[in-house]
Nanobody, 124 residues
Framework: QVQLVESGGGSVQAGGSLRLSCAASAYTGSTAYMYWFRQPVGKERERVAAIYTRTGTKYYADSVRGRFTVSQDIAKKTVYLQMNSLKPEDTAIYYC?????????????????WGQGTQVTVSS
């Protein structure tokens, strides 16, 4: 069983920046792909970004491309989400997740592990 622990959420004004961290208890085949999802109040969970930990290949949702950057520190088994130029519509609970394939990017049910979530609030 892999544990994912997020940190770094908070409140910021529009145009500001935050960096989220997700520490994994292990990097295994089950965590080959590390994801960031978010869920605004009253809406479905949606994909934000992903990284293939073995090659560093990155994936972004259109809504965040150019503003958010996903990265990793392999030695620390930690994935980061740098969020710049934040907008009020970025307000959500952000979840770190992991799975063995990119399928989780297309089918949320294919994600194996979830973190507890961290709140990000962007005020106008």
């Amino acid at each position: 069983q892999v544990q994912l622990v997020e940190s770094g959420g908070g409140s910021v004004q529009a145009g500001g920046s935050l960096r989220l961290s997700c520490a994994a208890s292990a990097y295994t085949g089950s965590t080959a792909y590390m994801y960031w999802f978010r869920q605004p109040v009253g809406k479905e969970r949606e994909r934000v970004a992903a990284i293939y930990t073995r090659t560093g290949t990155k994936y972004y949702a259109d809504s965040v491309r150019g503003r958010f950057t996903v990265s990793q520190d392999i030695a620390k088994k930690t994935v980061y989400l740098q969020m710049n130029s934040l907008k009020p519509e970025d307000t959500a609970i952000y979840y770190c997740a992991a799975g063995p394939s990119i399928l989780g990017w297309y089918e949320i049910e294919s994600v194996n592990y979830w973190g507890q979530g961290t709140q990000v609030t962007v005020s106008s």
